[in-house]
Structures are given as structure tokens and as C-alpha cells.
């Protein structure tokens, strides 16, 4: 085939079935884990809805809690952890090192086979749904009818492929970086990349391992999460949240890592403090296998153990701190445009400094032990992971789009969508940090009368955030075909895959290219261009 | 100092205004900090503004400076750490006991809370407290892990199987307060509701009293000692007994009442069938509901059911 051949331009099931192309098994997660946000998305309206009155309405309690454990349990497992380093981290990772591919595509596609087979698995346990809410925490879910030996064999496959997904990375970035491309000079989505593969290969063998306790808890009565057998039911949250904690900055080290690539270009400045924020990728990673006792302040651990834990969430506060400011002073002198991936990266700002602050009060061992488990817990995390990984995510969408598709997306509908959006998320969620002060619990099938009105206005803000939904997902469809043939740097960005045509040729760079700069020249006197 | 007393519930009990306190602490310094990185987000925002279409202006090229990244780093760390040590001072200040206080075993099950005092009285979620006597909640669970949380008391606590978690609370103000399960644990979750009443210190005397006489008069018939076992095994947590509807069928009038299950069936219900419903609660469930409830075969011994038994049908 010709070198200047997209890797689109192979048709036919099997060209992407079989296909071991990095960009093509990219663009596969992108459509499986997108299609579970919509469906999770849908649930959680659905949720809303039924909140819109305080008493029995709509669909029973029993209903409500299978609901608001498959919104969770898709919107993570099957979402927001794949979502950004399963897809983008795919697609992206080698054309920013200036590779061909993965270090190990045969794996790579495995890996993905392995997640279809997980949700695969877990859609079988549909016959049985599961009511235990995302988290699974025993008793509970090892007493539970449902079919949740089903779902962690399905997470446990999902898991896998998480794992294997990561290693392949961590292997790609050490060994298939291009001629002097060194440490220094990697964009920085590639170091949020590497954190993020760090905690996934560490730390999802536990979460697996766990599932398999709790699945020979169910079926064999082995007891290690039962008093009445020696066991202990608190030993299921350490071993849970020792995943679930880290997992946060899987979701969240690739979103900052976008948001480092988005706003020196739209800002024609470069990154400001970059070994600051490399190095807080790592910090991060670390330091957040150190916090996950946070989420057990009233569980009944220990005062000692909380003071500890306490401590540590405010450490681990630091470097993230750090990188809002690393970030708004990049803004200082540039010349920003407010194109849709800029905006998207601001929102992310904009947004993340709310959940960030809010988890102040959750890191305080004397608040959290008010706020601990009520609304306001449900709306700090949903400003860190829809108002940060997610906002994140939009503007990585927003960015890589004409290099994924060859397309430019409609600028005019892609801001109609973004208002929309921010509005919708504001109204539906800051509504909750209120409820949950007051005192409202989570995971509430019905609740006192004096929650009312402020449940309604969180209702109807989860309807203008999914009009604003539906349009953005309306135009990335409508684009496909309608959209404006997108040249190789629509945003005159500085990092490879820009370099090469939209979209890739199947071997991605015709002649592996020498670096000799780092990404970030914007405004160089040397001139504007990579490689002076 | 500004109240959150609207925000968050009154302040009601000793840790109310403690932990309102550091919230407000918090509170302050997030609110500089959000001032300060979103005025500079916007201002930089619009000040620098290209127009679409616009080539880029010639910009500085400015890749950090090592002072202000100090700055930036040991400022918010001390503060972080003074948010830390105040949160610690005040949740220590919490889990300490306070002498004098009244033991009070709570024993919480799916989905419902059982109030036990010193001299055997137990209430189905009612509890009844004196204004300025502290009381030592003494909590365990009989099934899975529920969460006892007062919100006007800022006070919360998981409450486990197998073991004992406490919670000292010390009254301020009279009323009656709300009390939630915080930690999911089933259907019934969002139902799992009690009442907190704080009375006067004499009030809670002459009802402490009339208490303790009404049991003495009720004796030890069946049908009383049906009525204790009822509530202190949780019954009323899914099971009304007015008619209205919660997460199991109601007990109303169901004695002698024929009752159609899940498989079409229909089956009178009299003493053999409600004795299967508490030992086999899933062999033959009524339609409409959910198998969901635990055997009380090990927890309920023969005479207590005869008892139990005796209670429901009492209740027409
Ligand atoms: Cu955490
Ligand atoms: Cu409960």
C-alpha cells in the first residue's frame, strides 16, 4: 500500500476486527466507552427524574437502587478509567513520541477483546441486576441475591484489560520514543499518560484480587469479610478504596495531561513549569496510593488511622493545586483563542477548582464527618470527574477530532453544546453540595419533604445538560461526513502527530522524525516551528 | 462569625458548633482561593482574547519562574496544614467520651433502628433524650453495615456487623430531630428513618416514668411481650401495622386475611403461615414484594414467634 495511505482507508468489518493498527483499536474504545457514557448518562436522568418528587413515584425503591448502581458501576469501570487512556491514549500516545505503534500490538488488541468480554459478561448479569451500588461493599453485596459473582468476573476481565493496557504503554514510552525525543522533552499528556499506567498496573490487581475474595465469600462461605466467621467486613473498603482511590487519578492525570497540551497552544504560550507538573504526575501517583483510608473516616477505623489518612489527602492536594496555577499562568501575555478545545479546557479549570476546594471539607476529619456520604460528597465528585475528566476529555475530543476523523467539527454547534452543558451542569450539580450540608443522605430512593425544591432544580438542570449532550455527540456525528476536510495542523500546535497528515497514514510517520526541541516553543524568538 | 445554622440544621448538640466552626474555617480560605484562581482564569481570559480569525500576537516567551512556583507550593501547604490540624482537634474532641454519660445500645437492621436503655426499655425508632444529659451510643448491626447519621448534630457513625462502633452526643436544645441511615443497605435504605425528641431534663423524668409504669401494667402477656420482640427485632422497619405500604406488606389485618404470592397462589394466612414467614421469610412471598427478607430462625426462639404471632393478630 502506498505510505500515504489513511488508516481509515481500509473498509470492512474485518479490517477493524483483526486490525492491530494502535489508531484503529483507539478509535474502538472511543465508540465502545462513549456508547456506555450515553447509556449511563440516560440512567442518571432517569434517576433525576424519579427524584423529582420526594415520595414513592415512577419506579419502585428497588428500581432506583439497580439504576444508581449501573450508572456508577458503567459510567466508571466502563467509562470514565477506559475512557481517556483506552481511546486518546491509544490514538496518541505513539504519534506524540514519534512512534509507529505500541510496543505490543497483538496485546493491545487483546486487551480490547478482554474488555468487550467483560461488559459482555456484565450484561448477562442484567438477568439478574445487581442493587449493591458501585461500590459492593460486604455484607451487602455477599448476602445479596443478585448476580454479583456475575459483574466481578466481568470487572475482573475489564480489570485485565486495564492492566495489560497499562503495561503496554509504560513499555511503549520508555522504548519506542523517537531519536532524541528524551524525558524532558515529552508533552506532558505523556506524562500524565505514564502516571496513569503506573497506578493502573499497580494497583487494578488488587481491586481483581478482591473480586475474587468476594466471589468465594458467595460461593463458598469462606468468611473473610464476615464477623460471624472471624472476618472482618471493613477489610473489603481498605481493599476496595486501596484501588478506588488511585483509580481517581486514572481518571483524572490523562484529563490534565490534555488540558497541559490544549493550553499552550490556544494561549501561543508555552507550558508554564513543566518539569513542575511532569514531576506532580509522579508525585500524584505515588503519593495517591497513601489516602485511600479517606474514604473511612466514620467507618470505624480508627482515630489514629484517620489522622493519618487525613494528612495525607491534604499532601496529595499539593501538586494538584500546583498545576492550576502552572496552568492560569500560561494564560498571563498569551494570545488565547476560544476556540471549542480551549474552551472545554478552561471549563475544566474553571470547574476542577470547585471539586478541588470542595474536597477540603471531605479531607477535614471534623467535616467530613458531617458531609461524609450525603449529597455533597455526590456533588464534589461529580464537579472532579464530570467537571474535570470529562471536561477534559471534551476538549481532547474537541482537539484530536479533525486528526481522528479528517474532519473539522461545526465550531458554532460544538458552542451551543458547551453552553448548554456548563449550564446544565452547574444547575443539576451545584444544587447538591446544599442538599448534602442540610443533610440529605446519597443513594435515596425517597427523602423529607424539605429537600423538595432544591431536588427539582437539580432535575431540571440534568435536562439542559443533556440537550447540550445530544447536540455535542449530534455534531461529532454529523461531522463524520458534512464536516469541513481538516488540514494536518488546524491549530498550529507544535507536538508530532500534527506533524503528519489528518488523518494518519497507517504507519503514522513516513521517516520517524528526529526531535530537537521540546513541544512547548510557542512565542520563541527562534521562530514559531518545531525544530527552529 | 457568620451561622450555617441555615445551611446545615441547627446547631443542636456540643459538636454542632465545633464542626460549623471548622467548616467556616475551610469555608473562608476556599473562598479566597476561588476568588483568586478564577478572577485570574476569566481576567486572563478576556484580557488576552485573540478575535477569531486574528493571527496570533507576538507573545512572551515565559517558561516558569522558580520563586513564584515556591510561593505557590509552601503557602497553600501551610494552610492546608492548619485545615488539617483543626479538623483532627475537633473530630478527637468528638470521639472523646464524656464522663457521666448514659449508655444507650442501638441495634440497626434492614431497615430499621432499635433504641435500647439501661433498664431494658426499647423504642422502634424513637429515641428520647434529655437536653444536657450525654448519652454513649453503644452500635451494632444485626445484618449489614448501615450508618447512623444526625444531621442537626453534624454527627455520623457507621454501624457494623460483628462489632461495636459508638457515638457520644450531648443535647443542647429541645425538639425533635431527624435521624437518617447514611450508609446503603438494601430497598429499605431511603426509609430507615428515626426520631430524635430532646425534652427538658423534668420532662424526660415524668416520661421516663409513665414509661416504665405502661410497661409494668402491660406485664408479661404474649401480646406485650409480642410487641417488644417486634420492635427490638426490626420488624416495623419494613412491616407497618396502620395499612400504609413500606418495603414488606403491611400487618394490618392480615391475620385470618387471605394472601396471594409471587407464584398466583393464594393462601390463607393463619398461625403456620405466619410462623414460615419469620423462620422461611422467602419461601412464600407475597406478591408485589421482593425476596428480601432475613430468617429470624436463629435470632427468635419458638415462644418468642408464639408472641410475635399473638402481637399481629392483635393488629386489625
Ligand atoms: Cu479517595
Ligand atoms: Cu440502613
Known amino acids: 500500500m502506498s505510505q500515504t495511505e489513511s488508516y481509515l482507508a481500509h473498509k470492512g468489518f474485518k479490517s477493524w476486527a483483526l486490525t492491530m493498527d494502535h489508531k484503529r483499536i483507539g478509535v474502538m474504545y472511543l465508540v465502545t466507552t462513549h456508547l456506555f457514557f450515553l447509556i449511563g448518562g440516560f440512567l442518571a436522568l432517569l434517576l433525576r427524574l424519579k427524584l423529582l418528587s420526594p415520595g414513592p413515584a415512577l419506579f419502585s425503591a428497588h428500581t432506583y437502587d439497580v439504576l444508581f448502581t449501573m450508572h456508577g458501576a458503567m459510567m466508571i469501570f466502563l467509562f470514565i478509567i477506559p475512557a481517556i487512556p483506552s481511546s486518546l491514549g491509544n490514538f496518541f500516545i505513539p504519534l506524540l513520541i514519534g512512534a509507529r505503534d505500541v510496543a505490543f500490538p497483538k496485546l493491545n488488541l487483546f486487551s480490547y477483546y478482554l474488555f468487550v468480554s467483560g461488559i459482555l459478561v456484565i450484561l448477562i448479569s442484567l438477568v439478574q441486576p445487581i442493587d449493591t451500588g458501585w461500590t459492593f461493599y460486604t455484607p451487602f453485596s455477599a448476602e445479596n441475591s443478585a448476580a454479583v459473582t456475575t459483574v466481578s468476573f466481568g470487572l475482573f476481565l475489564v480489570g485485565m484489560s486495564s492492566i495489560l493496557t497499562g503495561l503496554n504503554f509504560i513499555v511503549t514510552i520508555h522504548t519506542l520514543r523517537a531519536p532524541g525525543m528524551t524525558w524532558y522533552r515529552l508533552p506532558l499528556f505523556i506524562w500524565g499518560m505514564y502516571g496513569t499506567s503506573v497506578i493502573q498496573v499497580l494497583s487494578t490487581p488488587v481491586i481483581g484480587i478482591t473480586f475474587l475474595l468476594l466471589v468465594a465469600e458467595r460461593l463458598f462461605g469462606v468468611g473473610f469479610f464476615d464477623p460471624a466467621k472471624g472476618g472482618d467486613p471493613l477489610l473489603f473498603q481498605h481493599f476496595f478504596w486501596f484501588y478506588s482511590h488511585p483509580v481517581v487519578y486514572v481518571m483524572i492525570l490523562p484529563a490534565m495531561g490534555i488540558i497541559s497540551e490544549v493550553i499552550p497552544c490556544f494561549a501561543r504560550k508555552p507550558i508554564f513549569g513543566y518539569k513542575a507538573i511532569a514531576y506532580s504526575a509522579l508525585a500524584i501517583a505515588f503519593i495517591s496510593f497513601l489516602v485511600w483510608g479517606h474514604h473511612m473516616f466514620v467507618s470505624g477505623m480508627s482515630t489514629t488511622a484517620g489522622v493519618i489518612f487525613s494528612f495525607l489527602t491534604f499532601f ?105 452543558i456548563v449550564v446544565g451542569f452547574n444547575v443539576t450539580f451545584f444544587p447538591m453540595f446544599i442538599l448534602g450540608m442540610q443533610g440529605m443522605p446519597r443513594r435515596y430512593a425517597e427523602y423529607p419533604a424539605k429537600y423538595h425544591s432544591l431536588n427539582v432544580l437539580a432535575t431540571v438542570g440534568s435536562w439542559l445538560l443533556a440537550v447540550g449532550i445530544v447536540i455535542m455527540f449530534a455534531n461529532f456525528i454529523r461531522s463524520l461526513n458534512r464536516g469541513a476536510i481538516a488540514p494536518a495542523n488546524p491549530w498550529e500546535a507544535l507536538t508530532l502527530e500534527w506533524q503528519v497528515p489528518s488523518p494518519p497514514p497507517e504507519e503514522n510517520f513516513e521517516v520517524i522524525p528526529t526531535v530537537t526541541d521540546w513541544p512547548y516553543s510557542y512565542g520563541k524568538e527562534t521562530g514559531d516551528t518545531r525544530g527552529k | 462569625m457568620p451561622d450555617l445554622t441555615a445551611l446545615q440544621g441547627t446547631e443542636a448538640s456540643l459538636a454542632s458548633h465545633d464542626v ?297
Not at chain 1, 361 to 373: I, K, N, R, W
Not at chain 2, 57 to 67: D, R
Not at chain 2, 190 to 215: C, F, H, I, P
Request: aromatic letters at 14%; one cysteine or more; a positive charge.
Open chain 1, 316 to 420: 496529595v492536594a499539593v501538586p494538584t493545586g500546583m498545576k492550576i496555577f502552572n496552568w492560569i499562568a500560561t494564560l498571563y501575555k498569551g494570545s488565547i483563542s476560544l476556540d471549542s478545545p480551549m474552551l472545554w479546557a478552561l471549563t475544566f479549570i474553571f470547574l476542577f477548582i470547585i471539586g478541588g476546594l470542595t474536597g477540603l471539607f471531605l479531607g477535614s476529619l471534623a467535616t467530613d464527618v458531617h458531609v461524609h456520604d450525603t449529597y455533597f460528597l455526590v456533588a464534589h465528585f461529580h464537579y472532579t470527574m464530570m467537571g474535570g475528566t470529562v471536561m477534559g476529555l471534551f476538549s481532547g475530543l474537541h482537539y484530536w477530532y479533525p486528526k481522528i476523523t479528517g474532519r473539522m467539527l461545526d465550531e458554532r454547534w460544538a458552542k451551543h453544546a458547551w453552553w448548554m
Open chain 2, 20 to 316: 460549623d466552626a471548622v467548616f467556616i474555617f475551610i469555608l473562608v480560605i476556599a473562598a479566597f482561593f476561588f476568588v483568586l484562581t478564577q478572577g485570574l482564569l476569566i481576567y486572563f481570559a478576556v484580557r488576552y482574547r485573540r478575535k477569531k480569525g486574528e493571527p496570533p500576537a507576538k507573545t512572551p516567551y515565559i517558561t516558569g519562574k522558580q520563586w513564584l512556583e515556591v510561593v505557590w507550593i509552601v503557602l497553600p501547604s501551610l494552610l492546608l496544614v492548619g485545615i488539617f490540624a483543626y479538623g483532627v482537634i475537633i473530630f478527637v474532641k468528638m470521639r472523646t467520651p464524656i464522663p457521666g454519660a448514659t449508655d444507650v445500645q442501638v441495634t440497626a437492621s434492614q431497615f430499621q433502628w432499635s433504641f435500647k436503655y439501661p433498664d431494658g426499655r426499647t423504642y422502634s425508632n424513637e429515641l428520647h433524650l434529655a437536653v444536657g444529659k450525654p448519652v454513649k451510643l453503644i452500635m451494632t448491626s444485626r445484618d449489614v453495615i448501615h450508618g447512623l447519621f444526625i444531621p442537626d448534630y453534624r454527627q455520623k457513625q457507621d454501624v457494623l456487623p460483628g462489632r461495636y462502633t459508638y457515638l457520644w452526643l450531648l443535647p443542647k436544645r429541645i425538639g425533635t430531630f431527624d435521624i437518617y441511615c447514611s450508609q446503603y443497605c438494601g430497598t429499605g435504605h431511603s426509609l430507615m428513618r428515626a426520631t430524635l425528641t430532646v425534652m427538658g431534663q423534668n420532662d424526660y423524668l415524668a416520661w421516663e416514668q409513665s414509661e416504665k409504669q405502661k410497661q409494668q401494667s402491660a406485664g408479661a402477656s404474649p401480646k406485650a411481650k409480642g410487641k417488644a420482640l417486634f420492635d427490638s427485632s426490626g420488624c416495623g422497619g419494613c412491616h407497618s401495622i396502620d395499612g400504609s405500604a413500606k418495603v414488606g406488606p403491611t400487618l394490618k389485618g392480615v391475620f385470618g386475611s387471605t394472601v396471594t404470592l409471587a407464584d398466583g397462589k393464594q393462601v390463607k394466612a393463619d398461625e403456620e403461615y405466619l410462623r414460615e414467614s419469620i423462620t422461611e421469610p422467602n419461601e412464600q412471598v407475597v406478591k408485589g414484594f421482593q425476596p428480601i427478607m432475613p430468617t429470624f430462625k436463629s435470632t427468635l426462639k419458638d415462644d418468642d414467634i408464639a408472641a410475635i404471632i399473638a402481637y399481629i393478630k392483635t393488629l386489625k
